[in-house]
């Protein structure tokens, strides 16, 4: 039976645009928190009452002003592709799914404005075919929206070139707040900060700008090494040299390119591997680099192969974690920020301390101008004790954690948490937005409201 505000709500939007069907609410509830053993138990009954999917800004606002009236929770949802339940509901309530607000609305040389349900797979197509692409994206970019991965992504392929979401990879975002008659806010320059990362607790954000590039033919390749020292070398000197124009430098321990099984049969055995984006005509830059450390150059992907096949992409950043989950499901992962010059030790102490336990995935990127080792590692997965005694061990040596087992924003997210208040205190008064996910001010402002 629907509830009287469910009922009043499917008056004001229609019925089509709000779903209560339990098999889609629980679908439509859900995102990749399976990812995480810790997030599996206290997550897998969480569920909306209903899934709004408004197709228009317009229809947008009306939902939210509904669910102000009502004082119902509210949870943007993008395509459910994030891995720390940002888009699962922990309150009941709307999930508000935006993939109907798919509009590209406008593309120049150095922009493209488009609305927040666009799929990063399919604007990266529109622009390679107009002769431009995307900056950074995530490996989840085919299912992936632009609005989501603002909302709950960081960086991805071409974060070694462009860096970050906050390295000036979004230019402006349009808001809807939760009121009785929600604004529609423009953020532009260092207010962005307040909506970048932040789980859709401060805002609903229903269109982007952002960046974009010249188009660049791409070869992809696999570089080969008999230790992964020597990859993380290989890759650290290739991520430094500003000659190779370069979307992705991603080594990976051996025996994780055995968990890649479309190309695993191209790789060598028992050899960890570096992964490869750069620009049509680095090969001999390339090689001559993994000749200096041991390296050989091994399955190689043309640029006029590029979207046609399997990408090297697909295996890379947390689709690693992926590949890694469909192989042995006792593995987990953490997001590990190294020292940008003492990387190498503070493996070695990791590997020293966990041995296999730990597998070692590094992502170099950009990040306000600085080439650093951002990680991704696999981690056997025994117990919760275990899991945070090796977290604990990575921060006693340098090494920073982002925990991925956590949906508190404060606790595992890379966000300014003053401003993400000070704009939740504003645009939510009465803490509807994705409740639970950004601690710090709940309370305080349902207290405040009447």
Not at 176 to 185: G, H
Not at 296 to 309: A, N, S
Not at 374 to 381: H, Q, T
Request: with cysteine; aromatic share 8%; net charge negative.
């Amino acid at each position: 039976m629907l509830k009287d505000w469910m009922v009043e709500m499917q008056e004001a939007v229609g019925e089509e645009r709000l779903l209560s069907d339990p098999g889609q609410v629980e679908k439509l509830s859900k995102d990749y928190y399976w990812y995480s053993p810790v997030l599996v138990p206290l997550l897998q009954d969480k569920r909306a009452e209903a899934i709004a999917v408004p197709h228009s800004v317009e229809e947008t606002a009306s939902v939210l002003a509904y669910a102000w009236k009502h004082r119902v929770p509210v949870t943007t949802r993008g395509a459910g592709t994030g891995n720390y339940g940002q888009a699962v509901p922990l309150e009941g309530g709307i999930v508000l799914d935006l993939s109907k607000l798919d509009k590209v609305i406008e593309v120049t040389d150095t922009y493209a404005r488009v609305q927040a349900g666009v799929r990063l797979g399919g604007l990266e197509k529109l622009l390679r075919s107009e002769g431009k692409e995307l900056r950074i994206y995530p490996s989840t970019y085919v299912k992936a929206t632009v609005g989501g991965f603002v909302s709950g992504g960081s960086g991805g392929i071409g974060s070694i070139t462009w860096g970050n979401l906050w390295d000036g990879n979004v230019l402006e975002a349009v808001i809807l707040t939760v009121e009785e008659t929600p604004r529609k806010l423009t953020v532009k320059g260092d207010d962005l900060i307040a909506y970048i990362h932040n789980y859709g607790t401060t805002g609903v954000l229903v269109e982007v700008v952002i960046p974009i590039a010249a188009k660049v033919e791409w070869t992809q390749t696999v570089v080969q090494f008999d230790d992964f020292a020597s990859a993380a070398r290989f890759s650290h000197t290739v991520a430094m040299d500003d000659s190779i124009r370069k979307r992705l430098v991603a080594p990976v321990e051996w025996p994780i390119p055995t968990f890649f099984k479309p190309i695993a049969s191209k790789l060598e055995a028992g050899c960890s591997a570096c992964l490869l984006e750069t620009a049509h005509g680095s090969e001999e830059r390339l090689s001559a680099h993994a000749g200096e450390f041991g390296g050989r150059i091994g399955y190689t992907i043309p640029p006029e192969q590029y979207r046609k096949v399997i990408g090297l992409s697909d295996f890379t950043w947390n689709h690693t974690t992926l590949w890694a989950l469909k192989t042995d499901p006792s593995l987990t992962y953490l997001q590990a920020g190294f020292d940008k010059e003492r990387f190498l030790d503070q493996i070695a102490l990791i590997k020293e301390r966990f041995g296999d336990e730990v597998l070692m995935h590094l992502e170099f990127i950009r990040t306000a101008g600085v080439v650093v080792p951002a990680a991704l590692p696999i981690v056997r997965y025994t117990t919760h004790e275990r899991l945070y005694e090796i977290i604990a061990f990575f921060r006693s040596i340098g090494v920073r954690i982002n925990d991925p087992h956590t949906w508190v924003l404060e606790m595992g997210g890379r966000g300014e948490w003053d401003a993400m208040v000070s704009a939740k205190r504003s645009n939510d008064p009465r803490g509807l937005l994705n409740p639970g996910k950004l601690q710090t001010p709940v309370e305080r402002i349902t207290n405040q409201e009447g």
